[in-house]
């Protein structure tokens, strides 16, 4: 039987962190494999090991590396792609180890260039340590910047998702010292039309934006920061708005996230981490989604980390992971 749902790469995360755990939990989950087939891009020995510790039990078919790409068009059901990165006895749940960041990053680039040959029609990540991933000699900030490397993109910017509340960030994980002088007009107005352009997809409209400055009170006239959002954030939000876009800012971030705005306004253009990570994580932890935007193909992600406190306790909630999966779907289908 040829499957007519669309395959999506699920990667298994750091294998010391929740990861494993969540991938299992996914399988079963009719919510999502009623929409799709999800296959597993990890070690089928370290899945069965957290199995046993967690009692989720691993119901779907391994799959090895080499048989792949002559079983993959015919999947039917989810399915876990083995690929042999590291042994289930070298892991030891939450402790960093170089070991498990290297296991990691392979399943991320099995996954891309399974993506990019067409095997599957969208990528969605489990979280990675970036110590372990840093000590295996992978020195990316994160997810974000592998994937754009990979896929020979230059043009990309992270976004976080959710039905309550959806950030872009022109910068990411850099030092707030180093912010400003990555700021400029055509940086802020590429995040603008690629938010724009996603949610135009996702929503099935014509999105309105809100852009926030960079400075309390969005520099407050000048009177604050070097005139960031006179100088460079203003002239990208014109911009925006001579090619069509309906945009506002830059605007104070401390009330760009209150209820009313909210309701208003379909995504929130952030200049730094924090400006939108904190409101995204307060607000919708557990159902945010982290995607790529600008990729060739649909890369989402959970928005939590490894979570190493917890790991193989069978603690760890999947709703993000499945978000992750179901947003991935509907990229997919755009």
């Not at 993506?115 to 991933?133: D, E, F, I, R």
């Not at 000699?137 to 993109?153: D, K, L, S, Y």
């Not at 200049?271 to 989402?300: C, E, W």
Request: glycine share 10%; hydrophobic share 45%; aromatic share 6%.
């Amino acid at each position: 039987m040829i499957a007519t749902l669309p395959r999506i790469a699920v990667t298994m995360g750091d294998p010391a962190g929740v990861g494993p755990e969540l991938c299992l939990r996914l399988l079963h989950d009719p919510g999502v494999t009623g929409h799709c087939i999800p296959v597993v891009f990890g070690d089928a020995g370290v899945l069965q090991r957290v199995s046993a510790a967690t009692g989720v039990p691993l119901v779907a078919p391994t799959i090895s590396r080499d048989r792949w790409a002559d079983v993959h068009r015919g999947l039917d059901r989810p399915a876990v792609l083995d690929l042999h990165c590291i042994r289930a006895d070298e892991v030891t749940p939450g402790r960093v180890d170089a070991r498990c960041g290297a296991a990691a990053f392979q399943y991320v680039m099995a996954s891309i260039d399974a993506a990019l040959a067409g095997q599957v029609a969208g990528v969605s990540t489990g979280p990675l340590n970036k110590a372990a991933l840093h000590a295996a000699g992978h020195p990316f900030p994160g997810h974000t910047e592998i994937f754009a490397q990979r896929m020979g993109v230059e043009r990309f910017c992270m976004m976080q998702y959710s039905e309550q509340v959806t950030c872009s960030f022109v910068t990411v994980h850099v030092g707030y010292h180093e912010v400003p002088a990555l700021l400029n007009p055509p940086r802020i107005l590429d995040v603008i039309e690629l938010t724009g352009d996603a949610l135009r997809r996702i929503r099935g409209r014509e999105p309105r934006l809100l852009v926030c400055g960079l400075n309390p009170h969005a520099g407050e006239g000048g009177l604050f920061g070097q005139g960031e959002e006179e100088r460079l954030i203003a002239p990208a939000v014109e911009q925006a708005r001579a090619r069509g876009w309906d945009v506002t800012g830059p605007v104070p971030g401390d009330t760009a996230f209150i209820p009313a705005a909210r309701q208003q306004y379909d995504a929130v253009v952030c200049m730094y981490h924090d400006q939108g990570h904190i409101p995204v994580k307060m607000i919708a932890f557990d159902s945010a989604v982290n995607t790529t935007l600008g990729l060739p193909v649909p890369r989402t992600s959970v928005d939590h980390g490894t979570a190493f406190d917890i790991a193989w306790q069978g603690r760890a909630n999947p709703g993000s992971l499945f978000s992750a999966v179901r947003l991935a779907v509907k990229l997919s289908s755009c």
